[in-house]
């Protein structure tokens, strides 16, 4: 990566203050990014959680450009089970409050909720990072989307009756920026959809909630205010536990040009610590129950491998100690853009170099949410001999 690599202060994304109680994550070893040292933050003044220091933004716009761009390659481009839970969300909400129009969707990745909107009568639009994305995106749904970041975009003013920020917020260094930038592209009356991960119902949060990419982590409270901050006054409200990975908080809101308004109640700092250190605990014992599980299952194994290159893996390396003292032979990933680059010191393959007719051979599953889908993949190998981990779903 031809890009200079270093973390930042930043301020807290609701309120602007650069005071805090920290929380180390720890070192990981990222996919063409290298070793990073991660913190999160909960704001002194309004119990916000944010990450800080956080990678320049140089360095993360090359990383969502080139290796976290969304394809789906593993199912050619379709989404997953839990991205289409997403979509219907979406849409009934859309359906519930709006005739079909113009809609822009800022990080529209390969379109898949643009396709839906478009089905229904809707003129589609939107913008990605990412260049594959926007080919699949093509190849898929015939859905011509823009490439680059959202607030870099020159977009008419007024232009759209809807604009869908899902899951975008909790990646982006300035979440103020894009709301007002979509607050300027909406029509008098238009409406915006917002998406993230809810800090709420911590015993519902998996080991490694807090990740690399999401440099926000919104509470019901820091989402509404900085709605509100934006010129916008929310409709729906709705969060949402089952079914997801994790809690998710979706509200559409109505444009407002009220030059006044009243904050929400904000979060109370030492109770978020609290919710925070007692996730963090049980965190432990998730990594400690893995931990002992591979000590367990790859004694007297000679070649280990890593399916999965994601910052899942970033977060087994660090916490899971017994992967220290194995040889890992290789990492594979199904993302052709990570081949050749390393975690670890460890270099990433395809799946098709991993030689897994080798009975001393152990694959170890590095995915939460598509382990069983990767194990299916592995299993139906042919003249498959080697011995398969899965570390979620026995």
Not at 369 to 377: G, K, M, R, V, W
């Amino acid at each position: 990566m031809a890009v200079n690599i270093k973390t930042i202060k930043r301020p807290c994304f609701c309120c602007g203050r650069q005071d805090g109680f920290r929380v180390p994550l720890g070192v990981w070893s990222i996919a063409g990014i290298g070793d990073l040292d991660l913190n999160i933050r909960i704001c002194d003044s309004c119990g916000a959680v944010l990450q800080d220091p956080v990678l320049n933004e140089e360095a993360m716009g090359l990383y969502y450009k080139s290796f976290s761009n969304y394809t789906n390659a593993s199912r050619n481009g379709l989404p997953s089970e839990a991205t289409l839970e997403a979509d219907f969300r979406q849409v009934a909400t859309i359906q519930k409050y709006l005739k079909p129009g113009w809609v822009f969707e800022v990080g529209s990745a390969t379109a898949n909720l643009l396709s839906k909107l478009k089905k229904l009568g809707w003129a589609v639009d939107g913008c990605d990072p990412s260049q594959n994305a926007a080919d699949v995106a093509a190849e898929l749904w015939d859905i011509q989307i823009k490439t680059g970041l959202f607030e870099d975009l020159k977009i008419k003013p007024q232009s759209f009756d809807l604009v869908v920020v899902s899951h975008v917020l909790e990646h982006v260094y300035d979440p103020l920026l894009n709301l007002l930038k979509a607050n300027e592209i909406l029509s008098e009356d238009g409406c915006l959809l917002v998406e993230v991960p809810c800090l709420t119902d911590p015993e519902k949060w998996p080991a490694g909630y807090f990740t690399f990419e999401h440099i926000n982590i919104f509470s019901k409270n820091s989402l509404i205010n900085c709605l509100l901050k934006s010129g916008f006054e929310p409709l729906d409200i709705t969060i949402t536990s089952e079914r997801m990975p994790y809690p998710v908080i979706t509200i559409l809101s109505k444009k407002t040009n009220r030059k006044s308004f009243t904050l929400s109640e904000t979060d109370s700092p030492d109770g978020v610590k609290r919710m925070i250190q007692t996730y963090r605990e049980s965190e432990v014992s998730e990594w400690n129950r893995i931990d002992q599980l591979l000590s367990r299952e790859l004694i007297g194994f000679e070649r280990v491998i890593i399916w999965g290159a994601g910052i899942h893996t970033s977060q087994l390396f660090e916490n899971v100690k017994t992967l220290n003292r194995v040889t890992i032979r290789s990492i594979i990933d199904s993302d052709p853009q990570k081949r050749g680059l390393e975690m670890c010191g460890v270099k990433i393959s395809d799946p098709v170099s991993a030689d897994l007719g080798d009975a001393s051979s152990v694959v170890v599953i590095s995915s939460r949410a598509s382990e069983n889908e990767i194990y299916n993949t592995i299993y139906e190998r042919k003249h498959m001999k080697a011995k398969i981990i899965r570390l979620y779903q026995r």
